[in-house]
């Protein structure tokens, strides 16, 4: 395979005829579909999942923020393994970004310091101590992390999270399902970050997803990569 020359490599142009040239395998109806998709697609809200260790569990949560347009995924791996369960998930995870934080002391720290950088406020839920969860600013980005099944957040997300969040209960039991908890809030979140300023993906973003769901549809990806990659002036 002919090499790339990194000193005159301009990867802005090289992608731009590379999707050129995967455009032509990929169906209308898929290209409009991606379209529809990336113009609701957001990287506004995000959430962290910590420690979660029931795979269904977090395959729900998974499918959930697809659903409503999230982009970003944070999966903090501390004394839990994450694991997927393919038949919750339904194929959504390939359409996220999935952050996972797991070789470090302390991954929950590392995670936070990730978005502290890209300027997210940080919210985390708990059934005590907390607000309700309709009456936070959502005018900022925002995460949300919720904790491993059964003992919740970690005392290093209590002590540094902006704030404390809770679903109201109205009945005896103490707490939702984490996958119910992140349906409630997500959805109520998602609706209202959609009207602040900024919510919706730059073109750059834009343009980088699809590019990467282009490589994720058309057949024999590997093969077109490869010959792409050694005929690539034909495609200036």
Same mark, same amino acid.
């Given at each position: 395979m002919?090499?790339? @020359?990194?000193?005159s490599?301009?990867?802005?142009a090289y992608?731009q005829?590379l &999707?050129r040239? #995967?455009?032509?395998y ?9 379209e529809?998709v990336l @113009? ?6 995000t959430f962290?999942?910590e420690?979660?260790?029931?795979s269904h569990?977090?395959s729900a949560?998974m499918r959930t923020?697809?659903? $409503?347009?999230l ?6 791996e501390? @004394?839990?393994?994450f694991?997927?369960?393919p038949?919750? $998930? ?5 359409w ?10 302390q ?6 310091a990730m &978005?502290?950088e890209?300027?997210?406020?940080i ?8 607000v ?10 925002t995460?949300v ?5 059964? /003992? ?7 002590e540094h999270?902006?704030? $404390?969040?809770? /679903?109201?209960?109205?009945?005896f039991?103490?707490?939702f399902?984490?996958s119910?908890?992140?349906a /409630? ?12 300023e900024?919510?919706? #993906?730059?073109?750059e973003e834009?343009?980088? #997803?699809l ?5 994720k549809?058309?057949p024999?990806?590997?093969?077109? $990569?490869?010959?792409f990659e050694?005929?690539?002036t034909?495609?200036?």
């Open positions: 002919k090499k790339i @020359n990194l000193d490599f301009d990867k802005q992608d005829k &999707l040239y #995967l455009d032509q990929v169906t209308d109806n898929k290209k409009r579909k991606f529809q @113009n609701q697609r957001t990287r506004h809200l962290v999942v420690d979660i260790f029931k569990n977090a949560v923020a697809e659903c $409503l347009g982009q970003d995924v944070h999966v903090v501390q @004394n839990n393994k694991d997927f369960n038949y919750v $998930l339904r194929g959504s995870g390939k996220l970004t999935v952050h996972h934080h797991k070789d470090q002391e991954n929950v720290k590392t995670c936070f &978005l502290r890209q300027g997210y406020q919210l985390a839920t708990s059934p005590r101590e907390a309700d969860y309709r009456e936070v600013d959502l005018t900022k980005k995460a992390v919720f904790g491993a099944e059964e /003992i919740g957040i970690s005392n290093y997300v209590k999270a902006d704030q $404390l969040i809770t /679903i109201p209960m109205a009945g039991t103490e707490s399902n984490i119910v908890s992140a /409630i809030v997500l959805e109520f979140y998602n609706h209202a970050i959609r009207k602040t900024g919510w919706q #993906l730059s073109s834009k343009f980088s #997803l590019l990467e769901w282009y490589q549809v058309v024999k990806i590997d093969m077109h $990569l490869k010959y050694q005929n690539q034909k495609f200036e």
